[in-house]
């Protein structure tokens, strides 16, 4: 009977599910089709390839041109890996918030708080010069993918497994039809309802990457931030938007893939909070010019839109920063600062190979709410790339400019279109646990909306999208944990939303 329901139209779920209907309303037509995205009533896949039969991550996976590839990439590794010892920050020596969001960023100097001797720089100049011919030989012409398909990817292994369906049933109400390839860390992360059953009616598909790397021991243990750059290489699509477990769509974002800015670059990223505290030291190892401060923030890496046809090249480099990242390429990528890890590693391999790439510009701004006079962080929103590219009309710009270009005080921003709850998680597992934020009261002892007033979110997306989050809350818990659970969700749901 569960399985049932999710097959029903939106509005016969709600009064399913609902004691009080009256709080929820069916999603707006409008949302699904940006017009600054087109208006293809297929998500944008008509002009581009339909393979005959569906997609499969798993056959990829497990294919030998897949599998001889893996081995070959990383014998290369093994034979480049640094004889240096691990870097680490000195004790005194960690990035400021003056560093990570500086009031003058024309006079404020860039951080550099690494000391490296010449032998290490040495060792580690012949490594990266070793890797990026590598890159841009043999092994970017022979990266393996289905040519001219299009797919989504997410990384939810271990914590993150219990927010992948949520964020998927947020991606297929926005009318997206991209398939999604869903990379589990090993078989302990396997869920057979949810990967056998519940996957399958999202056009989802789980795969395990331990049966990757385990086909090349001795195996090679990854560590948080070093999945996603497996997950966008070794998945079968060529064109890939890349979402983090706990990041979706407001939109439907199958179209961005048939707009500028990604039509003439291959990859968009988006911003972080902070510029770049990435150390003097990285851009001299990989030969590159080190950046204005000014020129742009550091990257958000829970979301990323790529072609690996035109980045194959760099993608491998990507691969070499975060294979040796925690020991390495973190730490000289930002020396400490707010969310250390992977984020940065795309950008700055785009920059060495001097690929084309489009970073957003419309500054990411915070999503929560004001409870008892305190403010609470629930997540951020990330800015639409092609309603950004024509507001900005940024055809018309300069030859040879494009955004990149442009000062921050120039720029018109865009609609928000991603939602990343990287602060609260809506993990289905423990959103019902005592102490989630979730249960938090207001001084007159109601619950409230966890993304503020139900205006202000209608006038950010353009619908409310919160009270679509708590529908798709409901049919999950409902789906997948006990009816106690699905009663509880449904009065959660009920009491956050009673008042806008």
């Not at 011919?133 to 497994?161: C, D, H, M, N, W």
Request: charged share 20%; glycine share 6%; net charge negative.
């Amino acid at each position: 009977m569960r399985r049932a329901l999710l097959t029903l139209p939106f509005a016969l779920l709600l009064l399913l599910f609902l004691d009080q209907p009256s709080h929820y309303f069916p999603l707006p037509a409008t949302t699904t089709t940006s017009s600054t995205t087109g208006s293809s009533s297929d998500g944008g896949l008509s002009s581009f390839f339909r393979p005959a039969r569906p997609i499969s991550g798993h056959a990829h996976l497990h294919s030998p041109t897949v599998q001889s590839f893996w081995r070959l990439l990383r014998d290369e590794l093994f034979r480049l890996t640094p004889a240096v010892d691990p870097i680490h920050q000195p004790d005194d020596g960690k990035v400021t918030g003056e560093d990570q969001a500086p009031e003058n960023l024309d006079n404020h100097p860039r951080p550099s708080l690494i000391y490296l001797d010449e032998i290490t720089k040495t060792t580690l100049r012949t490594s990266h010069d070793a890797m990026l011919k590598f890159a841009r030989g043999q092994a970017s012409s022979e990266l393996p993918f289905q040519v001219r398909t299009r797919g989504i990817v997410t990384t939810a292994g271990g914590s993150y497994f219990g927010m992948v369906v949520v964020s998927l049933r947020m991606l297929r109400s926005t009318g997206s039809k991209l398939p999604v390839t869903v990379f589990l860390d090993t078989h302990k992360d396997y869920d057979p309802l949810v990967c056998g059953e519940v996957l399958p009616d999202l056009n989802a598909e789980c795969v395990v990457l331990s049966d990757l790397l385990d086909t090349a021991p001795p195996s090679t243990p990854l560590l948080r931030y070093q999945y996603k750059v497996f997950a966008i290489l070794f998945s079968p699509f060529q064109e890939v938007l890349f979402l983090d477990a706990d990041a979706f769509p407001a939109h439907n974002p199958d179209q961005l893939f048939d707009t500028q800015p990604y039509k003439s670059t291959g990859l968009v990223t988006w911003p972080d909070f902070w510029v770049s505290t990435a150390s003097p030291l990285i851009f001299d190892i990989t030969r590159v010019k080190a950046p204005p401060l000014a020129a742009r923030k550091s990257s958000e890496a829970g979301i990323l839109l790529y072609d690996k046809a035109r980045h194959a090249t760099d993608l491998l480099m990507a691969l070499y920063y975060n294979f040796f990242g925690p020991d390495l390429y973190y730490p000289l990528l930002a020396q400490g600062a707010a969310g250390e890890g992977d984020k940065d590693t795309f950008l700055h391999a785009a920059t060495v190979i001097g690929a084309e790439w489009y970073d957003v510009k419309s500054p990411v701004t915070v999503m929560g709410r004001w409870l008892n006079d305190t403010w609470h962080s629930f997540g951020m929103k990330q800015a639409d790339p092609a309603e950004e590219w024509n507001i900005n009309e940024t055809s018309k710009l300069d030859p040879g400019k494009t955004l990149n270009d442009l000062h921050q005080s120039t720029l018109k921003t865009a609609r928000p279109f991603f939602i990343h709850n990287n602060i609260v998680k809506f993990d289905i597992e423990r959103i019902l646990e005592p102490g989630s934020a979730l249960f938090d009261i207001n001084e007159a002892g109601h619950l409230q909306r966890v993304w503020g007033p139900q205006q202000d979110v209608i006038q950010d997306f353009g619908y409310d999208v919160e009270q679509v989050l708590w529908t798709e809350l409901i049919v999950t818990a409902c789906q997948l944990m006990t009816m106690r659970d699905c009663r509880r969700m449904k009065d959660l749901a009920a009491g956050v939303l009673a008042v806008p």
